[in-house]
């Protein structure tokens, strides 16, 4: 899909552009020597694109310090800053990096004053020659958007088309559009619709993908995949996060899997594929596990979710590391990595659902290690959509459909919430998971 070129900093998204690969800090900001180190780490891995929370005015001070530090050190990979709730430190931010996302959902409580911030905003943006993105995700829909089109991807594409319009008449062309979800059958059909309006009214920003809380692990790999490559084999994508509950630099080989896939330069190790009706049977040679799993997942994500299959089958082998061949017909193997795909697409619920955020400088707790024991111990609840999110400034409202939600409080406290509700606030970190399986028993 051919879209506007967008700038920040020496980066190009969009146009003929190739795809770029992005990811997030999970250090504090305010933590300047942790946050440069890990965007060192980050950009040796091959992140392009370098996003760092912002929750307050201080922290622009810190972003400086980064940037300034970075340069000093011939680190040139643009930063971004990621803004929510307050309007003034996304127009503090965008005086110091090269591109500011905002989330539309809480850029400001009143419309009529989102539109006169977002203006300045604007302003400020031009005079730096600073990117926009306008970041919507799924679970922060405003009130407005959803007594109009409900919880749905209409209504995510409606209310991002209101931004983009504001752009427009604003003059301003800076700007990519993200619409994540963490439900990947949402997440791609927002895009879709997206592209669409975008291509009929002649005016086509580029494309930021994303599922959002995908969690980790094979899981959050498989769900990526997934979501991401419907679009990309599509033509629609132009940068591309995949946010995992893990170490930020293990986000940049997916990424870059996809990148490189939806760029022509790497192809599926799919050596056969017979159809029976709607039931596939695929068969490999893959020179690694995490190459299996992310061919597979891309080979198949998208027909599962458009229903043009109802089943796959897995043949074949992968390489292990130690150089062995290890076949999969008929294997546990396969048939988990059927399960993960078929849960990834929606098509069939194996195990609970986890809508888990990557972390971020907002974190209040060891989220990868707290994820990791909520799996374990709620592996039995099929089909429940459990979350478990950083913080309680965005999680509660991020955590979209989730039956129950794990949520840091901070100074090792932590909420429950039911639904949309909190039902036990302040509980002490070590006894949090037991008091959630207690009133999911109750329940
Ligand atoms: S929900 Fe998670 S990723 Fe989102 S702001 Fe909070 S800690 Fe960061």
Redesign the pocket.
């Known amino acids: 899909m051919e879209t506007l070129k967008v700038k920040a900093g020496n980066v190009t998204i969009g146009g003929d552009c190739p795809i770029v690969v992005q990811t997030m800090c999970n250090t504090h900001t305010s933590d300047v020597e942790a946050s440069v180190a890990q965007c060192v780490r980050l950009h040796e891995a091959g992140a392009q694109l370098i996003r760092l929370?912002v929750p307050s005015l201080a922290q622009v001070d810190s972003l400086k310090e980064i940037k300034a530090m970075l340069r000093a050190r011939g680190i040139d990979t643009p930063l971004v800053a990621d803004v929510?709730f307050s309007s003034e430190i996304a127009i503090a931010a965008a005086e110091v990096v090269e591109k500011v996302r905002i989330n539309p959902g809480n850029f400001h409580k009143d419309h009529d004053k989102a539109r006169e911030q977002f203006a300045k905003l604007v302003e400020v943006c031009k005079a730096n020659g600073t990117a926009i993105r306008i970041g919507l995700n799924h679970g922060s829909l405003g009130e407005r958007i959803t007594n109009l089109y409900g919880n749905t991807p209409l209504a995510m594409k409606e209310a991002v088309m209101e931004w983009l319009q504001m752009c427009i008449e604003n003059d301003f062309y800076n700007v990519v559009v993200s619409l994540k979800a963490s439900n990947t059958f949402v997440m791609v059909e927002a895009y879709r619709l997206l592209a669409m309006q975008m291509q009929e009214t002649g005016i086509v920003f580029p494309l930021h993908l994303g599922v959002t809380e995908a969690g980790n692990g094979d899981g959050g790999r498989i769900k990526s995949a997934a979501g991401i490559s419907a679009l990309l084999s599509e033509g629609i994508g132009n940068t591309v996060r995949v946010s995992l509950t893990e170490d930020p630099a293990c986000e940049i080989p997916v990424a870059q899997y996809l990148a490189d896939r939806y760029g022509h330069r790497l192809h599926s190790s799919m050596v056969s594929l017979t159809l029976e009706g709607k039931k596939a049977v695929a068969t490999y040679q893959a020179p690694s596990r995490e190459r299996l799993l992310l061919d597979f997942a891309c080979d198949f994500g998208k027909r599962l979710l458009d229903k043009e299959l109802d089943e796959v089958e897995l043949r074949g082998t992968f390489e292990e590391e130690d150089g062995t061949q290890t076949v999969l017909d008929g294997s546990q193997y396969a048939e988990y990595l059927v399960d993960e795909l078929m849960q990834a697409a929606r098509r069939r619920f194996y195990r609970p659902e986890y809508i888990a955020?990557?972390?971020?400088?907002?974190?209040?707790y060891n989220?990868e290690s707290t994820f990791n024991e909520v799996k374990r111990r709620t592996s039995h609840l099929k089909g429940m959509v459990i979350a478990v999110?950083?913080?309680i400034?965005?999680?509660p409202g991020?955590m979209a459909d989730a039956d129950w939600g794990y949520v840091?409080e901070g100074n090792g406290k932590v909420s429950i919430y039911k639904g949309k509700s909190p039902v036990l606030r302040h509980v002490p970190e070590n006894e949090a998971i037991d008091r959630l399986l207690e009133l999911i028993e109750s329940n």
């Open positions: 929370t929510h955020c990557p972390g971020c400088g907002r974190t209040m989220l999110m950083g913080c400034v965005n999680g991020e840091g």
